[in-house]
């Protein structure tokens, strides 16, 4: 499985936000920091689908430091 990470951007009401996504070659999903919320996805399960929402919980402070590090200009 890979995951990709945005850099943080503004949503419409203006609160920062980064987008998570998870592939493993067939299916997608896409979730928002720090939300935890999967917003998107392809071919998971519910139940795969919470444990990705329970990852991106559990790793809220790196992912952050991550889109944080991402320059979206690059």
Same mark, same amino acid.
């Given at each position: 499985?890979?995951?990709?990470?945005?850099? !943080?951007?503004?949503?419409?009401?203006?609160?920062?936000?980064?987008?998570?996504?998870? %592939? &493993?070659? !067939?299916?997608?999903? %896409?979730?928002?920091?720090? &939300?935890?919320?999967?917003?998107?996805?392809?071919?998971?399960? &519910? %139940? %795969?689908?919470?444990?990705?929402?329970?990852?991106?919980?559990?790793?809220?402070?790196?992912?952050?430091?991550?889109?944080?590090?991402?320059?979206?200009?690059?």
């Amino acid at each position: 499985m890979n995951m990709l990470i945005s850099g !943080v951007t503004t949503n419409k009401e203006g609160k920062k936000q980064a987008y998570v996504r998870f %592939e &493993d070659g !067939v299916c997608f999903a %896409e979730g928002t920091i720090p &939300d935890c919320k999967i917003i998107k996805q392809n071919g998971f399960s &519910d %139940e %795969e689908i919470s444990q990705l929402e329970d990852y991106i919980k559990a790793n809220l402070t790196s992912l952050k430091k991550e889109a944080a590090k991402i320059n979206p200009i690059k």
